[in-house]
T-cell receptor, first 114, second 111 residues
Framework: SQTIHQWPATLVQPVGSPLSLECTVE??????LYWYRQAAGRGLQLLFY??????ISSEVPQNLSASRPQDRQFILSSKKLLLSDSGFYLC?????????????FGSGTQLSVL | DAKTTQPNSMESNEEEPVHLPCNHS???????IHWYRQLPSQGPEYVIH???SNVNNRMASLAIAEDRKSSTLILHRATLRDAAVYYC????????????FGSGTQLTVLP
């Protein structure tokens, strides 16, 4: 069966520090991968998505970047965090091409930038 | 992007049916209607999806209006574990790009 791992679960970082969040998927090949952010009490905003290794599409100009160095690995990074980067970060995957292409989410990382 | 509109919050009594509405007046002919729900401090989980016909699964039913401009998620017997934020989103299967989730409907289930 397929599983998605996302870590860490919580993270407290000072303003100006770097960030690296990692997400890996097991049990499937060539998944579409996604990073979402959720501000407190708000909906989910799509940040990046990827249809293959090295292929990243950005939805919102921001202080963050994403990379996909391996088929089932998706990394969210920042060189210098801002206060506004605080939020709940969720990684998700889907099987490409399916009519009912469902999203499967990780358990999320709660990031607090102080 | 075709947008969806949902009420901010709804309440239901335990063991009673719940009808969660969603308006999507700008839906295109190829968009599927998906519903997800999110429990506190967790990632969303898939509930159900449909295109034109009403759909049923073990979690819920999805009723889609004939003109497809609105849909309703039906929980037949609400339990306390159904308390969550419910999101209605539109999904174009021809695109890898997933849409942003709106604010959803916060469902409160009263014992």
């Amino acid at each position: 069966s397929q599983t998605i791992h996302q870590w860490p679960a919580t993270l407290v970082q000072p303003v100006g520090s770097p960030l690296s969040l990692e997400c890996t998927v097991e049990g499937t090949s060539n998944p579409n991968l996604y990073w979402y952010r959720q501000a407190a009490g708000r909906g989910l905003q799509l940040l990046f998505y990827s249809v293959g290794i090295g292929q990243i599409s950005s939805e919102v100009p921001q202080n963050l970047s994403a990379s996909r160095p391996q088929d089932r690995q998706f990394i969210l990074s920042s060189k210098k965090l801002l206060l506004s980067d605080s939020g709940f970060y969720l990684c998700a995957w889907s099987v490409p091409g399916g009519i009912g292409e469902k999203l499967f989410f990780g358990s999320g990382t709660q990031l607090s930038v102080l | 992007d075709a947008k969806t509109t949902q009420p901010n919050s709804m309440e239901s009594n335990e063991e009673e049916p719940v009808h969660l509405p969603c308006n999507h007046s700008t839906i295109s002919g190829t968009d599927y209607i998906h519903w997800y729900r999110q429990l506190p401090s967790q990632g969303p989980e898939y509930v159900i999806h449909g295109l034109t016909s009403n759909v049923n699964n073990r979690m819920a039913s999805l009723a889609i209006a004939e003109d497809r401009k609105s849909s309703t998620l039906i929980l037949h017997r609400a339990t306390l574990r159904d308390a969550a934020v419910y999101y209605c989103i539109l999904r174009d299967p021809g695109s890898a790009r997933q849409l942003t989730f709106g604010s959803g409907t916060q469902l409160t289930v009263l014992p």
